[in-house]
């Protein structure tokens, strides 16, 4: 099998690519990508535990304890003790955060448009399409 017929191989390669442009976004907003999947998690349901966006992100519960802490640093988030939990937090974005809810999404649109420019309009709704098809698989 050669490369360009390797499914792992184009989606790892272009998921490479895809955080690298975005990457370069976000840094004018002094983050980096690691933080947007969290971010982004935050904008759909905020007060969710850090548990819960662990999952929704894809990631260890300690390595959200410390994607939250920098959010927290930089003015992002707060975390909110659950009453009947004590080690449980809910997890909220300050007003800051929500004001870059706009810009930050655009600036990931501008990057996934840049990506699907070589596409018609079908084409590109085909390919999210397909994509979702095999995500739901796995």
Not at 4 to 21: D, F, M, P, R, T
Not at 59 to 83: F, K, S
Not at 85 to 105: S, V, W
Request: net charge negative; with cysteine.
């Amino acid at each position: 099998m050669k490369h360009y017929e390797s499914l792992g191989y184009l989606v790892s390669h272009l998921n490479i690519e895809l955080q690298k442009a975005l990457d370069e976004q976000l840094k004018r907003y002094d983050l980096d990508i690691k933080l947007w999947p969290v971010l982004f998690a935050l904008w759909q349901e905020e007060g969710i535990t850090q548990t819960e966006l662990s999952k929704r992100c894809d990631v260890a519960n300690y390595t959200m304890t410390r994607l939250l802490d920098q959010l927290q640093v930089q003015g992002l988030i707060t975390r909110h003790q659950e009453a009947d939990n004590r080690r449980a937090f809910q997890i909220f974005l300050t007003d800051n955060a929500k004001a870059l809810e706009q810009d930050l999404t655009r600036e990931a649109e501008r990057v996934n448009e840049r990506f699907l420019a070589n596409l018609n309009e079908q084409e590109s709704q085909d390919f999210i399409r397909l994509l979702n098809k095999i995500n739901r698989l796995s």
